[in-house]
């Protein structure tokens, strides 16, 4: 069988069993570094606490550790391994997914009628390709998370290939299989507005951040950070020609880039050649981001897209003030412009740096800026988030049950 002991042992269970709602989410990872799967687990742990709810996510990947503890959330890795051919080339990555999708298929809907959900969950990984089509007995309301912004392919590519196969993706992806599922939820207005207006199906919930338990910070360390994989849509070399220019002004400043990835390499030569070794550092993993934000008075973000940014809302609710460029997505719905942080041009490195060294300069619009940007981090209390995400079960669930007494 492929269902953990856990899993086994709630099946189980006595009569009542029927009476609670199965939640299950679908996802790649819950052990990759990324914000997509720490969010995951924490709405798990958070509706697992919510009596009558029973929650499982079933992760594609082979057994990992967890970004994060979970929480009375049952786990099922199904050991599909996705992306081992990649280092071969594109069509050789390709055809292996088409085949891994296929295993993904079969071993999914297996685990999925064992279950037999109420509400079934696509995190938008390569499950998305296929839920809606899976014979599960249990009919359960299909939903599915959109977590990059709708144009982060187009983005990132740069032949007209790449574009291409990009606007194919996106169209597939946001528009053809969205329009299976029950309910589109997206995290900031930013993708409703030109794509989705006339779609009832789509709602907004925003992610979560539980409350910081430690100190705040006190925005008085001549530091500051940033934090996300070391990719090119971070856009972390602009960043690091952005510190140049800070430096320029307050060498005395240092600026902490949290994360690993790909670029890492390639990052870390444009620091050294640009004589930044001393002042600009690539910090590796942390578990504790938020403590290492707490040390630090100012969050800069340089990234080119951002569907909602939760590191930005993390770097708020320890009390700082973010720097960020207004890119595509939905930071300027989080991010209060001259209130809780600033936002300017995409890759103005100037206008960046100018912000930057605004804030440095300025004690008390820092300590200001940095207490108001704790005071809006609070809406996104987990508590608040949750609620609006078992309204969604709930209105979900009833128009099912009205649609069953109706047939």
Known sequence: MLLCCICLSKKKGNDKQKEKVKIVYCLNSIGKLGGMEKITISKANALARIPGNQVWIIVASSEEPPLLPLENVSVVHLDVHYYEEDWRGYWFAMMDCFKKVKIHKKLAEKVLNEIGPDILISIGNNEKRFLHKLRITSNPALVKEIHMEKRYRTKNAHSWKGKLFAKMAEWYEFSHTSKKYDKIVLTTKADKTGSWENWDKVTIIPNSVSPYLGKMSDCESKTAISAGRLHSLKNFQSLINVWKLVHLKHPDWKLQIWGEGEERKKLQNQIERMGLTNVVQLMGYTP?????????????????????SLVTVEAMSVGIPTVAYRCSGGLRYVVKEGNTGFLVPENDEKAFADRVCLLIENDGQRKAMGKAA??????????NIISQWMSLFDDLLEKKQRIHNFS
């Open 288 to 308: 504790d981001l938020r403590k290492k934000m707490s040390e630090a008075s100012v969050f800069v973000l340089s990234s080119l897209s951002e569907a909602f």
């Open 374 to 383: 704790f005071e809006e981090s609070r809406k996104y209390a987990t508590e």
